[in-house]
């Protein structure tokens, strides 16, 4: 996982192809166990707190896509707004459309009943005014779509703070915004959520004025711009810490366990209010100790571990779907609940493997005819999976 640091160079991260093989082996395992209704009996306690991998997902990306254009930006060429909602456009919607189509034209790959009107995917609007009756169905799109409104406004803010001469001071903004997801979270629950608690479906309106909504889940995002921006314009104090690379690897997972125990009822005031960032800053301090040059993450070299992170995209995608059918296909064939969660793993290994071959990579290499002169800056398997 290439991070560009001057122009045209790119540095090969493997420790972030390590993280995002975490991301998606957890958000799959997650959604695995729900589908699956519990099966095997091992994976609700290890899978539970998979919900997580969408925010290691949402650090990831902040960290790679505000590198890639503080990277450009200190070129002194400045970026493309054009070259960049292309280069994005080109990565992340052909296979998105091919999901899409799999999930309006052919109903037996819907894991649930009903899907939401295509227009609200098509305008990367599904998680906002969530309609409760067609929850469900396609519904991991919502993190997709807090990526896309991170990719429109993320480089406009830049090109605005640059005109205004305020991009060096630019931290107060990354400060008020972490800030204001506190405040827009407790008037949320408080307004929203709450007069709705005591609702046999308390639980889905909780989803729709606090889980999924795009001003919620600023945490991730911010954690990883603000590491990109230690990373770029503060060398020197980058260089300080990275030396705690491996201290990094294992504080992260220590204020994971603690995000836990906070969030093991994720409705209750403190998890909805406090929760996302306790999570941000354990999944940015792996973030940190991965792209340190001394810790092990940064070391360990793994083809599979590579060869996941390229596929993730597709995965994350399609892995619903999949599970779903593979499911109905072997219903009644008295399967072991293990050997069935083997063949759904593989099933989707292999779709996404596929689609990765006939869709995502001619689009690749179109892009790159396309946009040959800024494809050195690009971050390649950086590309984060909405998750």
Known sequence: MPLP????VSQKLHGLDHL???AITYVFLFHYFILSKGEPAWLPPVAAFGWTGVDLFFVLSGFLIAAQLFAESKSGQGFSLKTFFIRRSLRILPAFGVTLALYFCFPFFREKESLPPLWKFLTFIQNIGLNLKDQGTFSHCWSLCVEEHFYLFFPLVLVLLYRLRLFRRSWWLLLALFLAGFIIRVYSYREYYLPQSSTEISWMYWYQYIYYPSWNRLDGLLAGVGLAALYHFAPGAWSRISRYGNLMLVAGPAILVAAWFLCEDQMTFSASVYG????????GLLVAGAVSPGSLLYRLKSGLSS???TLSYAVYLTHKGLIHMTHDLLAGQQINSNLLLVISILACLCFAGLMHRLVEQPFLR??????????????????IPPA
């Open 5 to 8: 640091t001057h122009p045209g």
């Open 20 to 22: 995002r093989t975490l």
């Open 276 to 283: 996302y960032p306790l999570i941000a800053l354990g999944y």
């Open 307 to 309: 060869r996941i992170a």
């Open 366 to 383: 179109l892009r790159k005819r396309l946009l040959p002169s800024r494809e050195k800056l690009q971050t390649g398997s950086a590309v």
